[in-house]
């Protein structure tokens, strides 16, 4: 009791002096105050999703993934076609030399010429090959969908979080409005003589100790904006507008239909599947090196010493081949593409698993915080009518500082516990929306 005295002389001019120079703004419009602080520009949350997609950083690299995979296939396609190589040349020496013909010393000699091959038989590879490559373009553009998804997800979040850091700095606000207005009431009640010193010190203290709390929320809101950038990949901070919240409703969807659906279209379930594909048809070119090859190889030239040349001469050739042992180089290479099918496989049958665990959660987490808004709604107005209650008992002497507080501490806490519970609901439904690769709002 000694101690509050002495906080009370201590902090009673410097929170008289606060309350003198305090302007007084609603709660919502300090909230927004942050932004405007900031200099934040307000975005939607479509817009938000819009803007990462153009400069997130991860998703460029996804999408540099997709270009790379779309040449790959470019390289086995173009590997049907016939190669065509065109040569030329010129030399000149001080010492002479004999002609082409033989019939006289020459210094100068003019080349050229053009040859091409074409591939008949690979034992398959080609085939093999562009199948793979086809695979390849399919698995990468799975996984950019599913990094699109993920990042989306954290758009999301960060979004969310900053609607909810709003809202929190809207519930501290209130909190110190209440605080002032309870310190003003004790006030009255000390000159009526229906209050002690204490009384006033206390409420003196819960005024600055929800200052403080407000100082701590804004200062959090105004980090969530930088948070929004990073995750959209912007430089200035963003903002949710003004209309955004934490509102929450019901799916209209049972939990087998959404693992249903995400066992048909999951993005990361089709990126696993992609890659066992493609995992599996590096086995057949692998094995395509126990087949037999054969090519067809053609050419046309024409030399000289002087220009233009007039020896001219072409060729044709058929060339096969049919490897017999190789020092067991294409076992290990058929072993290691099996080795490497079956991860593959392993990884989309965990996929899938984990895919199921992870959507039957993220429901869960949507069910409770359904659940536990509508509860967290009424122990809002409950503890509201506390506190005015409470108000009432402590002006007729019925109830003390002690009841007092404990009233306006269950009130803000309920706040907060309805705001955490709408943001909980967010997460859950991000969380949902990314494993199936679908928009549910």
Do not use: C, H
């Not at 080349?111 to 091959?117: D, E, F, H, P, W």
Request: hydrophobic content about 40%.
């Amino acid at each position: 009791m000694v101690e509050l005295a002495l906080w009370g002389v201590v902090l009673w001019p410097v929170v008289g002096e606060v309350r003198a120079q305090e302007v007084e703004i609603s709660s919502a419009e300090l909230a927004e105050r942050i932004a405007e602080e900031a200099g934040a520009r307000r975005v939607s949350l479509a817009e938000a999703l819009g803007l990462a997609q153009r400069n997130n950083p991860g998703l460029a690299q996804w999408r540099s993934g997709v270009e790379l995979a779309g040449f790959t296939k470019l390289s086995a396609v173009g590997s049907f076609l016939p190669s065509l190589n065109l040569g030329y040349g010129y030399s000149n020496a001080s010492s002479g030399r004999l002609d082409p013909t033989g019939q006289g010393i020459v210094t100068t000699s003019y080349t050229a010429q053009l040859t091409g091959s074409v591939e008949l038989l690979d034992g398959l590879r080609r085939v093999s090959d562009l199948r793979g490559a086809n695979l390849g373009v399919r698995a990468s553009e799975a996984q950019y969908r599913e990094a699109e998804y993920t990042t989306a997800e954290a758009v999301k979040i960060a979004y969310y979080g900053a609607v909810a850091s709003r809202e929190l700095v809207r519930v501290e606000a209130d909190r110190v409005r209440r605080q002032r207005d309870q310190l003003s009431f004790v006030e009255r009640q000390l000159e009526l003589g229906r209050a002690t010193r204490s009384d006033l010190l206390r409420s003196q203290v819960d005024l600055n100790n929800a200052k403080v709390a407000l100082l701590t929320r804004q200062n959090t809101a105004r980090r969530s904006l930088f948070s929004l950038a990073e995750a959209v990949g912007v430089r200035g901070p963003l903002a949710p507008e003004e209309t955004a919240d934490l509102s929450a409703s019901e799916l209209g969807m049972e939990r087998g239909e959404l693992v249903d659906r995400a066992l048909r279209g999951g993005p990361s379930l089709v990126a696993a599947q992609a890659n066992a594909a493609a995992a599996q048809a590096g086995v057949a070119s692998a094995k395509s090196a126990y087949l037999p090859s054969l090519s067809f190889n053609g050419g046309w030239a024409w030399q000289n010493s002087d220009f233009p040349p007039q020896s001219r001469s072409w060729s044709l050739s058929l060339q096969g081949s049919y490897p017999i042992f190789n020092g067991f180089r294409r076992e290990t290479n058929v072993y290691r593409a099996r080795a490497q099918a079956d991860q593959a496989a392993a990884s989309e049958r965990a996929a899938e698993l984990g895919l199921r665990t992870e959507v039957d959660a993220a429901a869960g987490t949507i069910d409770a915080a359904l659940a536990t808004i509508e509860l967290a709604e009424q122990s809002v107005e409950l503890s509201g009518e506390d506190l005015r209650v409470t108000q009432e008992r402590y002006r007729l002497g019925l109830a003390t500082i002690l009841d007092l507080q404990a009233s306006q501490i269950a009130l803000s806490q309920a706040d907060v516990d309805l705001i955490q519970r709408q943001f909980d609901y967010q997460l859950g439904l991000a969380r949902l929306e990314a494993l199936l690769g679908a928009d549910l709002r």
